[in-house]
């Protein structure tokens, strides 16, 4: 991952062997806002990425742009060494899976259902679910503390249990690149913890997460690199143990940071 803010990418970036995601000279803009002005990085296996900065600085759309749900201003998005815009929805969706901020259920449906439909990149056109499908699906509740909840109705589920569940069917759909925008929602601190970490054990598996984070401390426990956005354009990428500082905190923040520790951990407050 590049460190230093507006690095170009090497010229092999796109040859053997290819980055699972990476942005070149990427411009996310709202509007006349420019948010983020010339990102390039490279988004590496075993990488657990920490995206930061303050409401309105682009933390979302920066996501979004890069699991190819929106069009960036300039600059583009690479895939496995290849051009997204090149890549079938399907294609991408076999390689990147994007956890939305919030998920609203437009039909009643099963927990088990619900997951299976992280399954469907993976079906043929008109092709139906197998026994194996379902038991990758079941496994997968059972992986956010959800075991035997695969007959319930998700009208009968509480906003923490729904979010385990879109956890869950992004866990099923298997993708060699997590894209989370705010994991922690509607989690208690016990879910939330585990949630993460089981992420964190898939980057040691080799897979790549990347998640937007309101809170500096979680970000600091979990991620290996970080990404600061401050929203006018300006961003910094590197090694989270340096960049997570007090002093880059309340720049970021625009309001006093301090840090403490404890039991080893770095602990981040307003002050």
């Not at 194996?132 to 249990?161: N, P």
Request: proline content about 5%; overall charge negative; glycine content about 10%.
């Amino acid at each position: 991952m590049s460190v230093s803010r507006g690095a170009p990418l090497p010229e092999d970036a796109t040859r053997t062997p290819p980055c699972p995601l990476a942005a070149r000279d990427l411009e996310v803009t709202v509007g006349a806002r420019r948010l983020v002005s010339g990102l390039s990085l490279q988004f590496r296996p075993g990488e657990f990425v920490a995206v930061l900065g303050r409401n309105g600085s682009g933390k979302t759309l920066t996501l979004h742009t890069l699991a190819g749900l929106r069009r960036p201003q300039a600059g583009g998005v690479y895939v496995d060494g290849a051009a997204m815009e090149s890549l079938s929805r399907r294609a991408v969706a076999l390689r990147l899976g994007l956890l939305a901020q919030d998920v609203e259920e437009s039909f009643v449906t099963t927990a088990l259902e619900a997951v299976l439909v992280g399954r469907h990149p993976h079906l043929k056109l008109w092709e139906w679910e197998s026994a194996e499908d379902e038991r990758i699906a079941l496994a997968a509740l059972a992986a956010v503390d959800l075991e035997g909840f695969a007959g319930r109705r998700t009208d009968t589920l509480s906003g923490g249990e729904l979010r385990r569940v879109a956890v869950a069917g992004l866990l099923a759909q298997g993708p060699g690149v997590f894209l989370l925008d705010e994991p922690s929602n509607h989690l208690d601190p016990a879910h939330l913890l585990g949630i993460l970490g089981l992420f964190r054990e898939l980057c040691g598996a080799g897979k790549t997460v990347i998640a937007t984070l309101h809170d500096p401390t979680v970000a600091a426990r979990f991620a290996d690199k970080a990404l600061l956005l401050f929203g006018d354009g300006r961003w910094a990428a590197g090694e989270a143990a340096e960049l997570l500082s007090a002093e880059r905190l309340s720049e970021l923040y625009q309001s006093p940071m301090l840090e403490f520790q404890q039991d080893g951990r770095r602990i981040f407050v307003s002050a």
